[in-house]
């Protein structure tokens, strides 16, 4: 029988991956083998290392968005189905990426329709972010064509999945789902709270029962998209902390993950940033099941703990994502100021940066890009 394939969209710092952990946990209750995929520009992804704490098998492809990394994706397929045999595929796509029913979805049904069944895109958002994009709630904003790629992601969704209900007064969730129904008439409004379970099991439900509707096909300015994509700076970094001696013996993980991310937080408002999403995992070196994950959505939102470590810790290995429209020489200048004063500075623990790589993404080049079919 062929696995059912999941894709959920939906821009930087919307949920996704909390939605999706507990996506997995449903399917995993329901005694359904659930294999994940996750996507990055770069290396080093929290979302990977996430979906591995809670015991998933996890692929992740690096070095570009599914749509122009597609035999990556057919290969990470393949690689899952090989260990575990997933029934249901949950992808989730790099944050800034769309056009995605075009450029994955209708190739993996035409070309590989005996392996999988493909659901209904799905795209996830922010409310606060949402409600600032379509001019129902003050707040910093993203320039003209960042905003552009969000738009796009919910013209092309079947699902548009509004996330965090828990943040919303109930006057405030009618005014944003009457906006997004006016504004995207083709697309099946959902509410939720993935931290909370809010709604989740309906929304699941429809998903895995869904079909794709072939004969969508988005009308986008391929220029105009990798311009945005262009203006978004991109940090991936992975760190290793270790207590220095001086009577230091270990040290509060969730604490230091918090401070790193308020002080990356003033850097990176100092050089006039919005922030996408910056999100962070520390773990015992050696130990990736047991893991703290904090992430900041919006350059005027608090940084907030989704996992927590039990007890202090003597070192650990730090992944570290940011995603912001800024150049990415600023977030480098950001990152490695905030990791010496919150690790070196005030807690005297010595760090050292395995790997850091900071850039902006290329331009979007399809492996395939399919028209949609007639009705």
């Not at 992740?60 to 690689?79: H, K, M, P, Y």
């Not at 049904?109 to 129902?136: E, F, H, M, N, T």
């Not at 969704?157 to 504004?183: G, Q, T």
């Amino acid at each position: 029988m062929p696995s059912r394939y999941i894709m959920i969209g939906g821009f930087l710092g919307a949920g996704k991956t909390t939605l999706i952990q507990r996506f997995a946990r449903f399917l995993d209750s329901n005694g359904e083998k659930v294999g994940l995929i996750t996507n990055d520009q770069g290396a080093g992804l929290v979302d990977s290392a996430i979906g591995r704490s809670n015991q998933f098998p996890v692929e992740e492809i690096s070095g570009g968005c599914f749509c122009c990394r597609f035999n990556s994706l057919i290969d990470a397929a393949v690689s899952l189905t090989t260990t575990t045999r997933p029934d249901i595929f949950l992808a989730e796509p790099v944050g800034s990426c769309t056009d995605l029913v075009a450029t994955v979805s209708l190739p993996l049904q035409k070309i590989y329709g005996d392996d999988y069944l493909v659901a209904p895109l799905s795209v996830l958002v922010d409310p606060i972010r949402a409600g600032q994009i379509l001019g129902i709630r003050e707040g910093r904003n993203f320039s003209e064509n960042v905003t552009y790629i969000y738009r796009k992601q919910l013209e092309e969704a079947e699902f548009i999945v509004v996330n965090k209900l828990d943040l919303l007064e109930p006057d405030d969730r009618e005014l944003l789902v009457e906006k997004l129904k006016s504004e995207f008439p083709d697309s099946q409004v959902c509410c939720v709270s993935a931290r909370e379970g809010t709604g989740c099991e309906e929304w699941f439900e429809a998903v895995l029962h869904a079909e794709m509707d072939t004969a969508r096909f988005l009308d986008i300015d391929y220029e105009r998209y990798g311009e945005g994509e262009a203006l978004l700076g991109w940090l991936n970094a992975t760190v290793e902390i270790k207590c220095d001696g001086g009577g230091i013996d270990e040290f509060d993980g969730n604490e230091l993950l918090k401070s790193i991310a308020s002080t990356l937080r003033e850097k990176l408002e100092e050089d006039g940033a919005e922030v996408a999403h910056l999100k962070m995992t520390l773990n015992p070196i050696g130990d990736p099941m047991e893991i703290a994950a904090i992430n900041l959505v919006r350059g005027d939102s608090e940084p907030e703990l989704s996992h927590r470590l039990y007890e202090p810790i003597d070192d650990g290995e730090l992944l570290l994502n940011i995603r912001a429209e800024v150049d990415p020489d600023s977030l480098e200048r950001a990152a490695n100021l905030a990791l010496e004063q919150t690790i070196a500075i005030d807690r005297a623990l010595s760090f050292r940066i395995v790997h850091l790589e900071h850039f902006r993404p290329g331009m979007p080049v399809p492996t395939h890009r399919m028209k949609a079919e007639a009705l």
